[in-house]
């Protein structure tokens, strides 16, 4: 018998892929469903028109209708995708990096790269504020340097049109998280493969694409299913570094639900519908794929 | 071809050196074991002659070209591993197909090559089968399938029996030794079994604490211990220690006559096999001792005697000898193996 002899942290992890996930998720759920809509049962009647408070008891789909042929709604929708797409393809491509270069480091390291995951969204969402407004500390800096002249040479970063600082807040916020789920597949087993790739003569090409991402694709496309819905849901970051127009979606629902009109609201709720049937989804895939890999004996 | 020759190869890890000076010559088409307890470096010279351990100090030659330097993937030298790690994402047919698809090569060539080696490790009929429905022996064999399938010059084994019941082990070495005799693929057999080592190799390479003891047939290893050491590891257990005069070994417990030795007044240490003594109730004996211990091992009876200030094992197919008993011993001359005396403990 050979001793395991690399160091493996990752024992800690619980081991299925499901409680993890949705205590992380579980932010972003209890906004969706909880914040918007005081719940789905106490929200659906409500986006149907169902709000006698403010003289509504006609009950009709005309509120999800009119969210979902308003304009806005799609460039608002547009915006979420992008967001939540965009954020999650770049924090995949670097987790794939950084779990190959964490794979045989020290525990230590893995630790240190372990603390984003403790650190709120919110609070990440301010330090970016601070950091990258035209008037925050990294503009400063570049004054000071005589890199930039004023605040007014700084590229705008923060509620700007491209959304930068939310990417950069989820990008930042994600990639351990993903790093881990990915880490935990490439361990198991991960490693060897390669090397029986090498032995069998296939280059570091080769190896990546017919080795490395079928083992680490499913868990990387759990991870990335997560990540997604959760910025898909989510409402703080955008509310905080996004622009005032296109909103995300969140952002929207909550503009509408708090709107001083309350005719307004079963739209927000509406929108909050459709956001939680978007995450649900999403985390019902995510599922789907991590138990297939588990059938097939990689992951977890 | 593939003659492989190991030339004073030293592998660390850090500042540990876990093989020091190991030197082997492995001829085309040979089979050798590396035979050794867990943890002496068996896998780490493997995975150094395949590319997957830099050595700190050495020469690899294949055919007389060094292959240090060259990156594993373009080794022609295959590892099997002591983990079948098939690609779980891959039916039985594509994970041998592996190498094949890295080197590009023709798809009616594939299928050729596949079926016939699917015939050779006897997995015909399994192509389609996904991994997890494999048992281990049938998993071990497509893994094996899988490098034998490139044709490599060097064929390195690292223990892939040890995870197989022992029926299945046995199965799997008779396939090996066939395979091997078949394809005459130079193989490096790595295993802690000496049973294992014995039956499957041309020759064996002993390494005990990261050092090659002793290279030879398995009879040489078996019958021709090198020193007490290499004795023991093969289940030698007793050592007679004396001084050689007029023909014979003259010890504390008694003389033996050792015909065709010469050497007058050197100190020497033999031994003699457990099995090769004879205990027996009439006739000549060399020895005699009071049983001590027995235990019934099915085909014979292992007996410990104590004889004088001498414990000796005897394996004999008597199992009514009791503890307390008192028997007599015959040490065949022609059984007992002198060592050769280490060079700076001569005296003249
Ligand atoms: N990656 C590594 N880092 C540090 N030490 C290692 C590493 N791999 C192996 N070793 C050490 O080197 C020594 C030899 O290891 P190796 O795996 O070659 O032994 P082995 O003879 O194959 O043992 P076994 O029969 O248990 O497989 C062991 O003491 C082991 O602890
Ligand atoms: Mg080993």
């Given at each position: 018998?050979?001793?395991?002899?690399?160091?493996?942290?990752?024992?800690?992890?619980?081991?299925?892929?499901?409680?993890?996930?949705?205590?992380?998720?579980?932010?972003?759920?209890?906004?969706?469903?909880?914040?918007?809509?005081?719940?789905?049962?106490?929200?659906?009647?409500?986006?149907?028109?169902?709000?006698?408070?403010?003289?509504?008891?006609?009950?009709?789909?005309?509120?999800?209708?009119?969210?979902?042929?308003?304009?806005?709604?799609?460039?608002?929708?547009?915006?979420?995708?992008?967001?939540?797409?965009?954020?999650?393809?770049?924090?995949?491509?670097?987790?794939?990096?950084?779990?190959?270069?964490?794979?045989?480091?020290?525990?230590?390291?893995?630790?240190?790269?372990?603390?984003?995951?403790?650190?709120?969204?919110?609070?990440?969402?301010?330090?970016?504020?601070?950091?990258?407004?035209?008037?925050?500390?990294?503009?400063?800096?570049?004054?000071?340097?005589?890199?930039?002249?004023?605040?007014?040479?700084?590229?705008?970063?923060?509620?700007?049109?491209?959304?930068?600082?939310?990417?950069?807040?989820?990008?930042?916020?994600?990639?351990?998280?993903?790093?881990?789920?990915?880490?935990?597949?490439?361990?198991?087993?991960?490693?060897?493969?390669?090397?029986?790739?090498?032995?069998?003569?296939?280059?570091?090409?080769?190896?990546?694409?017919?080795?490395?991402?079928?083992?680490?694709?499913?868990?990387?496309?759990?991870?990335?299913?997560?990540?997604?819905?959760?910025?898909?849901?989510?409402?703080?970051?955008?509310?905080?570094?996004?622009?005032?127009?296109?909103?995300?979606?969140?952002?929207?629902?909550?503009?509408?639900?708090?709107?001083?009109?309350?005719?307004?609201?079963?739209?927000?709720?509406?929108?909050?519908?459709?956001?939680?049937?978007?995450?649900?989804?999403?985390?019902?895939?995510?599922?789907?794929?991590?138990?297939?890999?588990?059938?097939?004996?990689?992951?977890? | 071809?593939?003659?492989?020759?190991?030339?004073?190869?030293?592998?660390?890890?850090?500042?540990?050196?876990?093989?020091?000076?190991?030197?082997?010559?492995?001829?085309?088409?040979?089979?050798?074991?590396?035979?050794?307890?867990?943890?002496?470096?068996?896998?780490?010279?493997?995975?150094?002659?395949?590319?997957?351990?830099?050595?700190?100090?050495?020469?690899?030659?294949?055919?007389?070209?060094?292959?240090?330097?060259?990156?594993?993937?373009?080794?022609?030298?295959?590892?099997?591993?002591?983990?079948?790690?098939?690609?779980?994402?891959?039916?039985?047919?594509?994970?041998?197909?592996?190498?094949?698809?890295?080197?590009?090569?023709?798809?009616?060539?594939?299928?050729?090559?596949?079926?016939?080696?699917?015939?050779?490790?006897?997995?015909?009929?399994?192509?389609?089968?996904?991994?997890?429905?494999?048992?281990?022996?049938?998993?071990?064999?497509?893994?094996?399938?899988?490098?034998?399938?490139?044709?490599?010059?060097?064929?390195?084994?690292?223990?892939?029996?040890?995870?197989?019941?022992?029926?299945?082990?046995?199965?799997?070495?008779?396939l090996i030794h066939k395979i091997q005799a078949r394809t005459r693929i130079t193989t490096l057999f790595v295993t802690h079994d000496q049973a294992e080592?014995?039956?499957?190799?041309?020759?064996?390479?002993?390494?005990?604490?990261?050092?090659?003891?002793?290279?030879?047939?398995?009879r040489e290893l078996f019958h021709r211990p090198a020193d007490p050491e290499v004795a023991r590891f093969f289940g030698g257990t007793n050592f007679l220690?004396?001084?050689?005069?007029?023909?014979?070994?003259?010890?504390?417990?008694?003389?033996?006559?050792?015909?065709?030795?010469?050497?007058?007044?050197?100190?020497?240490?033999?031994?003699?096999?457990?099995?090769?003594?004879?205990?027996?109730?009439?006739?000549?004996?060399?020895?005699?001792?009071?049983?001590?211990?027995?235990?019934?091992e099915g085909m014979a009876t292992r007996v410990w005697v104590q004889s004088g200030n001498t414990l000796l094992v005897v394996l004999t197919p008597d199992?009514?000898?009791?503890?307390?008993?008192?028997?007599?011993?015959?040490?065949?001359?022609?059984?007992?193996?002198?060592?050769?005396?280490?060079?700076?403990?001569?005296?003249?």
């Amino acid at each position: 018998m050979t001793e395991e002899r690399r160091p493996i942290p990752l024992k800690r992890l619980p081991r299925t892929g499901a409680v993890r996930p949705l205590a992380l998720l579980a932010p972003a759920l209890i906004v969706v469903l909880v914040l918007f809509g005081g719940g789905l049962i106490l929200g659906l009647p409500q986006s149907l028109g169902y709000l006698p408070a403010a003289g509504m008891s006609k009950i009709s789909l005309k509120h999800f209708q009119r969210v979902l042929f308003d304009p806005d709604f799609f460039s608002s929708l547009g915006l979420t995708l992008y967001v939540a797409g965009v954020s999650t393809l770049i924090a995949a491509a670097l987790s794939l990096l950084a779990a190959m270069a964490l794979v045989e480091s020290p525990r230590w390291l893995l630790f240190i790269f372990q603390i984003p995951l403790t650190v709120p969204h919110l609070v990440i969402a301010i330090a970016m504020a601070f950091l990258l407004a035209p008037s925050g500390m990294v503009a400063r800096l570049f004054q000071n340097l005589g890199w930039i002249s004023g605040p007014g040479d700084f590229p705008l970063l923060i509620n700007d049109p491209f959304c930068i600082g939310i990417l950069l807040t989820y990008v930042w916020k994600e990639i351990p998280f993903m790093t881990l789920m990915i880490l935990s597949a490439l361990k198991n087993s991960g490693m060897e493969m390669l090397d029986v790739g090498r032995t069998l003569n296939a280059g570091p090409w080769q190896r990546f694409r017919y080795i490395l991402l079928p083992i680490l694709l499913p868990s990387l496309g759990a991870a990335g299913l997560i990540v997604f819905a959760y910025t898909f849901g989510a409402f703080e970051v955008p509310y905080l570094l996004g622009q005032t127009y296109p909103m995300s979606l969140p952002v929207w629902a909550y503009r509408n639900y708090s709107d001083v009109d309350l005719a307004a609201r079963p739209e927000g709720i509406a929108i909050g519908i459709v956001i939680a049937v978007g995450v649900t989804g999403c985390i019902i895939a995510s599922q789907r794929l991590a138990r297939g890999q588990k059938r097939r004996g990689t992951v977890f | 071809m593939g003659e492989l020759i190991l030339d004073r190869l030293i592998l660390r890890f850090g500042r540990r050196t876990v093989v020091e000076d190991f030197s082997l010559k492995v001829a085309d088409g040979e089979l050798v074991s590396i035979l050794g307890p867990s943890g002496v470096g068996k896998t780490s010279i493997l995975k150094a002659v395949a590319g997957l351990l830099q050595p700190a100090g050495g020469k690899i030659l294949l055919d007389g070209r060094p292959l240090i330097g060259t990156a594993p993937e373009k080794r022609p030298a295959v590892m099997v591993f002591q983990k079948p790690l098939l690609f779980p994402f891959l039916n039985v047919e594509q994970n041998i197909a592996f190498g094949l698809r890295m080197r590009r090569l023709a798809d009616s060539k594939i299928r050729r090559d596949i079926a016939s080696i699917m015939e050779l490790t006897r997995l015909t009929g399994l192509g389609r089968r996904r991994i997890h429905e494999l048992s281990g022996g049938q998993q071990q064999r497509v893994s094996l399938a899988r490098a034998l399938v490139v044709k490599p010059a060097v064929l390195l084994l690292d223990e892939p029996l040890s995870n197989l019941d022992a029926d299945l082990r046995q199965q799997m070495r008779d396939l090996i030794h066939k395979i091997q005799a078949r394809t005459r693929i130079t193989t490096l057999f790595v295993t802690h079994d000496q049973a294992e080592a014995l039956a499957i190799s041309h020759r064996v390479a002993l390494l005990l604490e990261g050092r090659l003891r002793q290279v030879g047939s398995p009879r040489e290893l078996f019958h021709r211990p090198a020193d007490p050491e290499v004795a023991r590891f093969f289940g030698g257990t007793n050592f007679l220690e004396g001084r050689f005069e007029k023909g014979a070994l003259h010890t504390q417990v008694g003389v033996f006559p050792l015909p065709g030795f010469n050497g007058n007044g050197h100190r020497l240490t033999a031994t003699i096999r457990p099995e090769d003594i004879v205990i027996r109730e009439r006739g000549p004996y060399d020895l005699e001792g009071r049983v001590v211990r027995t235990r019934f091992e099915g085909m014979a009876t292992r007996v410990w005697v104590q004889s004088g200030n001498t414990l000796l094992v005897v394996l004999t197919p008597d199992s009514r000898l009791t503890p307390g008993q008192r028997v007599r011993m015959h040490l065949p001359p022609e059984k007992i193996h002198v060592f050769p005396p280490p060079p700076d403990e001569r005296r003249a």
